[in-house]
């Protein structure tokens, strides 16, 4: 069971999109319809903004959104706001009563 | 309103025990059907599941940990406890508690973490 793979930053300007990818394996993020995003400020606790692929839990903006094309998820996030600037985590369920995360992405608004 | 609260030492030996619990609030562990779990974060690195219990005592461990963690839960003080043996500074983290809707589920709620330091 290895950790999910993200790219370690994005970055993009108020106003822009940016989407964040998630790479796994078939036995996780291909192999079930579980992925998961998280968003992390500093020093506080994950937040749940992405479910089940692409659901968003009430209180999220709908400017986070979710997809997921074969072993790879990605969350996408319209209209940049500076607040959106934190560290993002996926996580996927693997299998066997187990879940793993990806390594994490920061965020940065220029 | 549901509220979760790690506590226990922030500071344990290399090769001791450590030994969290979560208390949770606002639900009751043993009416409920959730799922209770706990999650660790290194400093500066990503976060990683350790597993769940439910009420019944049914535990689900991440595979990697599993010879040296220990999950048990305590309805009468509503709360749910973390054992791991041996520890090394690689075990240095913020430990989480959360909840979740099935074993591997995806943790939904958390509680603000505690920091765990293993170091002599």
């Known amino acids: 069971q290895s950790a999910l793979t993200q790219p370690p930053s994005a970055s993009g300007s108020p106003g822009q999109s940016v989407a964040i990818s998630c790479t796994g394996t078939s036995s996780d993020v291909g192999g079930y319809n579980y992925v998961s995003w998280y968003q992390q400020h500093p020093g506080k606790a994950p937040k749940l903004m992405i479910y089940e692929v692409s659901k968003r839990p009430s209180g999220v903006p709908d400017r986070f959104s979710g997809s997921k094309s074969g072993n790879t998820a990605s969350l996408t996030v319209s209209g940049l706001q500076t607040e959106d600037e934190a560290d993002y985590y996926c996580?996927?369920?693997?299998?066997?009563?187990?879940?793993?995360f990806g390594g994490g992405t920061k965020l940065t608004v220029l | 309103q549901l509220q979760l609260q790690e506590s226990g030492p922030g500071l344990v030996k290399p090769s001791e025990t450590l030994s969290l619990t979560c208390t949770v609030s606002g639900i009751s562990i043993s009416s409920s059907t959730f799922y209770w779990g706990w999650i660790r974060q290194p400093p500066g690195k990503g976060l990683e599941w350790i597993g769940s219990i439910y009420r019944s005592g049914d535990t689900y461990y991440n595979p990697s940990l599993k010879t040296r963690v220990t999950m048990s839960v305590d309805s009468s003080k509503n709360h749910f406890s973390l054992k791991m043996t041996s520890v090394t500074a690689a075990d240095t983290a913020v430990y989480y508690c959360?909840?979740?809707?099935?074993?591997?589920?995806?943790?939904?709620?958390w509680g603000q973490g505690t920091l765990v330091t293993v170091s002599s």
């Open positions: 959360a909840r979740s809707w099935s074993p591997a589920g995806t943790p939904d709620f």
């Open positions: 996580s996927s369920y693997a299998g066997s009563d187990t879940r793993v």
